[in-house]
């Protein structure tokens, strides 16, 4: 998958995780950025395919993964990654946390409560 599509598709995770399992999935800073939310860290990990594919992580990283949240991971990624990164980028556009807090400096912080007060429309 692109760094994009990973991305979004981490945008979810978090959200979800957030709300479903009461506490984030990870510390990494989330930022609106033009295409969508972005944890900065993981941008600049993975920036060096660009628009190509990026590995799978180590099994070693994988093993690290508590089993509420691999449960979890795998959902939103059975439900998300069918879709291209492209259509992934425009959800995220309509929903609130980028849309409260992008604008031209891209570097704004989508906070876990913006994911809190956001994600249970999801689930609805």
């Keep these: 998958?692109?760094?994009?599509?990973?991305?979004k598709l981490l945008y979810y995770v978090q959200g979800f995780h957030t709300v479903l399992l009461e506490r984030p999935a990870f510390d990494d800073r989330m930022e609106a950025w033009l295409h969508g939310p972005v944890l900065p860290s993981i941008y600049r990990e993975f920036r060096q395919y660009g628009n190509g594919q990026i590995p799978a992580p180590p099994s070693e990283v994988v093993d690290q993964i508590d089993e509420d949240t691999a449960e979890l991971i795998d959902e939103v990624f059975n439900v998300y990654s069918k879709h291209s990164a492209w259509h992934l980028r425009n959800l995220t556009h309509e929903e609130d946390p980028w849309i409260d807090n992008y604008d031209d400096s891209g570097s704004q912080e989508i906070t876990t409560d913006d994911l809190?007060?956001?994600?249970p429309r999801l689930l609805a």
Excluded: Y
């Excluded at 998958?1 to 991305?7: A, D, G, T, V």
């Excluded at 809190?116 to 994600?119: E, K």
């Design 116 to 119: 809190a007060a956001f994600f």
């Design 1 to 7: 998958m692109s760094n994009l599509k990973l991305q």
